[in-house]
């Protein structure tokens, strides 16, 4: 009997012992391999802003080995800025979205990054209304982050977004007043190297909006020295501050210095596959090749700004039209879970539910009506995105003609008139889905208005204000004549030379050789 109980109690204990081993060991695998993941996304974190594609092959194999829907919600942000640095805007949104789909898996820091990522991206594509709305919400959720480092940091990114947004709307003083702010208040507190260098960065860029170069090359300058001191690598960062060192060179005569650091920003262009990037130094480039008179460099630099141009505006088109998506998946999704929360208390008493009922009503119709027009904007886009041509080249359009609200029309009008005051025109990047976006309006109604008003198609419309702009240019100022023709394009907003010349002759009727080459007689003239 003994035997039996002795043998019992040691099987017990073996069992316990090896029980006991088997969940010791599978707790520190459980450890290793969140420390592994945690390891890997720190990696692939510092390598969003240098190494972009290797930062996205990480974080995609993170994102298939998560497990939680918070992990793939955090996951899913870092994906999104990596592609906001390749300024493949339209997978940004999409895995901004995404993280955003169960707000529940979020903390309040990350809740404030989705949404000023969202809003960035939104304002880059001139979903102005948007992305006004996701800053704010993030300004919300910001009262929620009570780590004083982390809420500091966050509303430094806030006003930085601000900043960014005024200097695209070249509102330069507004900018700099935002800034001066933002020095004042973290006065006493401790600077974080990266956004310090954000805002040196956005510092050069404002005193060069506002012609004070001097300034504007000391911050480009600081910014460079903040690149090589910390112990981060930001080579976006770095091509935005060479683009800026750029202009400043240009303004001084100094081409070939100008020359040289766009080459590098290129260089980092290819590296990202950012278009914006490689658009702006290859225009940049054939610009200073033009002051240089190195026709074979301006004729190479030039087809690449064409090309990356031509790309550019198609994947625009593509992010705008993957945005108005992404906001009417949410506003359903919005929709829902209110339309959820109204139905439970339905059951409670009547005179709740009368309200409900009301305020649901009212809700469904304002939503329809929105998504009505968003959903026009979409369809136009979806037709127009795979007939695509070069900027500034005039097509066909067929004048169909469409109902349009007496208000909606005069409200049109008048933001026009507005438009016309203003030299936004001059925006090369200017078309009609922008300006649409910009007028709160689809494009269809704002083309019908233009042809019905104007007796023009948009990009007629669009070229007679440039050329009476630079018409009125010359006249109005004597130095205008003594430019050359491509610097005449370039600032009326036209992509090259030939463009600008063959347009000023088909509104003018004479090309702007001669216009020019009248206007230096009449004025000789006139002195005599």
């Given at each position: 009997?003994?035997?039996?109980?002795?043998?019992?109690?040691?099987?017990f204990c073996c069992n316990a012992l090896l029980l006991f081993t088997v969940v010791f060991f599978t707790n520190i695998s459980i450890a290793q391999t969140v420390l592994k993941q945690q390891v890997l996304y720190n990696e692939s974190e510092d390598l969003v802003n240098s190494k972009p594609n290797e930062a996205l092959k990480i974080a995609f194999l993170l994102l298939n080995n998560a497990s939680s829907s918070k992990e793939k919600a955090k996951i899913n942000y870092l994906i999104a800025t990596i592609y906001k640095a390749k300024a493949d805007y339209s997978k940004a949104l999409t895995h901004l979205y995404e993280a955003d789909k169960n707000p529940h898996d979020l903390d309040p820091k990350n809740a404030v990054e989705i949404f000023i990522a969202k809003a960035e991206i939104l304002r880059v594509l001139f979903i102005e209304d948007q992305a006004k709305k996701n800053l704010e919400e993030a300004a919300t959720k910001l009262e929620f982050v009570n780590n004083s480092k982390e809420n500091e940091l966050l509303n430094s990114q806030i006003v930085l977004e601000k900043v960014n947004a005024n200097l695209q709307r070249q509102k330069y003083r507004e900018a700099l007043s935002l800034v001066k702010k933002q020095d004042v208040s973290k006065v006493n507190s401790n600077q974080n190297p990266e956004i310090d260098l954000l805002f040196s960065i956005a510092k050069g860029k404002i005193y060069c909006g506002l012609s004070d170069f001097e300034k504007g090359?000391?911050?480009?300058?600081?910014?460079?020295?903040?690149?090589?001191?910390?112990?981060?690598?930001?080579?976006?960062?770095?091509?935005?501050?060479?683009?800026?060192?750029a202009g400043i060179?240009?303004?001084?005569?100094?081409y070939v210095?100008?020359?040289e650091v766009l080459l590098k920003a290129s260089n980092i262009a290819k590296t990202f596959e950012n278009l914006y990037l490689a658009e702006t130094s290859s225009k940049l480039l054939t610009v200073n090749y033009i002051a240089l008179n190195d026709n074979s460099n301006y004729k190479s630099f030039n087809t690449k700004f064409l090309y990356a141009n031509t790309q550019l505006e198609g994947t625009e088109q593509e992010a705008i039209n993957t945005a108005y998506n992404l906001i009417n998946q949410n506003q359903d999704n919005y929709f829902k879970m209110e339309i959820k929360n109204y139905s439970s208390t339905f059951y409670m008493v009547l005179i709740i539910f009368v309200i409900i009922l009301f305020f649901c009503t009212l809700f469904s119709y304002r939503f329809h009506m929105k998504?009505?027009?968003l959903r026009e904007i979409i369809n136009y886009l979806e037709v127009t995105r795979n007939n695509l041509i070069i900027r500034n080249i005039e097509k066909k359009e067929t004048n169909k003609k469409i109902f349009i609200p007496i208000e909606t029309e005069q409200a049109l009008l008048n933001k026009l008139k507005r438009f016309e005051s203003s030299s936004k025109f001059t925006n090369n990047d200017m078309s009609l889905a922008v300006l649409s976006g910009q007028f709160e309006t689809n494009t269809k109604y704002l083309s019908e208005i233009i042809n019905k008003h104007y007796h023009v198609n948009f990009n007629t419309?669009?070229?007679?204000?440039?050329?009476?702009?630079?018409i009125e240019k010359l006249?109005?100022?004597?130095?205008?004549?003594?430019?050359?023709?491509s610097y005449l394009a370039e600032t009326s907003g036209f992509s090259s030379h030939s463009t600008f010349a063959t347009i000023f002759k088909s509104i003018t009727g004479i090309a702007p050789i001669t216009f020019i080459e009248f206007l230096k007689k009449e004025r000789e003239t006139s002195h005599v």
């Open positions: 009997m003994k035997s039996i109980v002795e043998k019992n109690f040691i099987s090359n000391y911050f480009f300058k600081q910014a460079l020295q903040l690149l090589s001191k910390s112990n981060f690598s930001n080579k976006f960062a770095e091509a935005n501050t060479l683009i800026g060192l060179y240009f303004h001084q005569k100094e210095k100008a020359i998504k009505r027009r419309y669009i070229n007679k204000l440039r050329i009476n702009f630079i006249k109005s100022d004597p130095n205008f004549i003594n430019y050359k023709i």
